[in-house]
Nanobody, 120 residues
Framework: QVQLVESGGGLVHPGGSLRLSCAAS????????MGWYRQAPGKMRDFVAS???????NYADSVKGRFTISRDNAKTMVYLQMNNLKPENTAVYYC??????????????WGQGTEVTVSS
C-alpha cells in the first residue's frame, strides 16, 4: 500500500510564502516523478510543477519564477516553495507521484490535498 502525506498549507497574505511538503511511503519499488497539482473552488485540477528522477523541473507558466519544486536526497519527499503568493493561488494543492508499487504496476498516486488560502 502506498501513502502520500502532504503538509504545509495554510492562510497567508498576498506576497507571502509557504512551503508544501509531501512524503511518499509504503510498498514502493521505484519513483519516477513527483509533482504538484491544484484545484481552485469551482475549477478543474491543474498542473503546477513536477520533477523527475533526472532532476528536470517543469512548471505551469503562471507560477514560473515564484514557485520552486525540489526533492530530498532519498527522493521520497517532494517540496513546493511558493513565494510572492497571489489570491488566485488559493486552492487545494495535491501531491502526485508516478511510481512502481510492489505489485509491479506503474501508477499515479494522489495525496489527500492541503489547502492554501491567500487573502488579506
Amino acid at each position: 500500500q502506498v501513502q502520500l502525506v502532504e503538509s504545509g498549507g495554510g492562510l497567508v497574505h498576498p506576497g507571502g510564502s509557504l512551503r508544501l511538503s509531501c512524503a511518499a511511503s509504503g510498498t514502493i519499488v521505484a519513483i519516477y516523478s513527483m509533482g504538484w497539482y491544484r484545484q481552485a473552488p469551482g475549477k478543474m485540477r491543474d498542473f503546477v510543477a513536477s520533477i523527475n528522477n533526472g532532476g528536470t523541473h517543469n512548471y505551469a507558466d503562471s507560477v514560473k519564477g515564484r514557485f520552486t519544486i525540489s526533492r530530498d536526497n532519498a527522493k521520497t519527499m517532494v517540496y513546493l516553495q511558493m513565494n510572492n503568493l497571489k489570491p488566485e493561488n488559493t486552492a487545494v494543492y495535491y501531491c502526485n507521484v508516478d511510481l512502481l508499487s510492489s505489485n509491479y504496476r506503474r501508477e499515479g498516486y494522489w495525496g489527500q490535498g492541503t489547502e492554501v488560502t491567500v487573502s488579506s
